[in-house]
């Protein structure tokens, strides 16, 4: 939609008379409207179509917040309804501010393991039907396969653009010993167990996927709304845990945060020996994944996915990749040093 067209377009969506529109200049995945009518208001949101593995946000997302709503939970946007044609959803339009890493103290720490564990404990029954969540990993070969996935469109990528030659030496240089050495690595930790054999039923769980601070609305009246599921589905939980503690965001919280998180965790879920061992044997191939993901600008269906919601500005581009590439090369020293 461009925003000549926004109000009109916007229009089709809802039986009721829109009244006003708001682009809300959202600088994440996907396009975000404000949308108020004679009946309330309503977030509107436009899901980006460009995906190199063709993920279906939009749709699975509708999926799991109705399948939450449906289950009783009331902190989650409530869904109105999904225009799978167009990509579009429509949720109730939710007031809040995202709190930034400093402010994040125990009551919150406590709150968004309630959410998850509260998710997590949700019947076997439910489980077994459910769709595997985006690169999931329910058997520890799967952990190594997402990183050799990336590392491969890495490899790929020719010596063009601006950055060209120090993408290049960098994958060539550094990415591609260290996540051969990583998967030396690897292979010794696993090498008692079969890793291609999932991990039982009932450790799986259906999570949220994305679970951190950046997804998480306080209103003012302090009211907690949990947003976010584009990538959700069915997966180990071990996967979800040990993302949530190498995200950006959780490494800028205050010292004791994340291992308190770790411990409310373990009081509300009590998880057995063996998600102990997943945790200590793939938190090396998830913190890799994560030098992998800033690495994202190197396909050109990513680039159109950035272009989509961030509109086509090639120095916004540009400084976008400065800022992604200077991020892993970071991370990829923090995690050879």
């Not at 998850?116 to 459910?130: C, E, N, T």
């Not at 259906?206 to 951190?212: L, M, N, R, Y």
């Not at 071990?238 to 993302?243: L, R, S």
Request: hydrophobic share 35%; net charge negative.
């Amino acid at each position: 939609m461009s925003n000549a067209e926004d109000a009109e377009k916007i229009q089709n969506y809802f039986d009721e008379q829109v009244l006003a529109v708001r682009d809300m200049q959202h600088r994440g995945n996907n396009r975000l409207f404000e949308v108020r009518t004679e009946e309330g208001r309503y977030l509107l949101k436009q899901y980006s179509g460009f995906q190199t593995d063709n993920w279906p946000r939009g749709e699975r997302e509708s999926m799991f917040v109705s399948f939450l709503w449906g289950k009783g939970f009331r902190d989650i946007p409530q869904p109105i309804r999904f225009y799978g044609i167009d990509n579009v959803g429509v949720f109730s339009f939710e007031e809040g501010e995202v709190l930034d890493p400093s402010e994040v103290g125990k009551e919150d720490i406590k709150d968004l393991v309630d959410f998850l564990a509260r998710v997590y404990d949700i019947s076997i029954d439910d489980i077994k039907g459910f769709p595997l969540a985006r690169e999931a990993c329910v058997t520890l070969s799967r952990y190594l396969e997402v990183v050799d996935v990336r590392v491969d469109v890495a490899l790929q990528y020719g010596s063009e653009g601006p950055f060209g030659q120090r993408v290049k030496s960098f994958v060539d240089s550094m990415v591609r010993p260290a996540a051969l050495k990583l998967r030396d690595e690897f292979i010794k930790r696993t090498r008692m167990y079969n890793t291609n054999k999932e991990i039982p039923l009932e450790e799986q769980v259906i999570t949220p996927a994305d679970v951190g601070f950046h997804n998480l609305l306080i209103s003012p009246e302090g009211r907690k709304v949990f947003l976010d599921f584009e990538y959700s589905g069915r997966n180990d939980p071990v996967h979800t845990i040990a993302h949530f503690m190498q995200q950006d965001n959780s490494r800028l919280l205050r010292e004791g945060m994340l291992s308190l998180f770790l411990e409310e965790y373990r009081k509300r879920r009590r998880p057995s020996d063996f998600f102990e061992e997943r945790l200590r044997i793939v938190m090396p191939t998830v913190e890799m994944g994560w030098v992998l993901r800033y690495l994202n600008f190197l396909s050109p269906t990513y680039r159109k996915h950035v272009a989509f919601s961030h509109g086509d500005d090639p120095e916004y581009m540009e400084r976008f990749v400065e800022e992604r590439l200077t991020k892993a090369e970071e991370r990829l020293g923090e995690l050879t040093s």
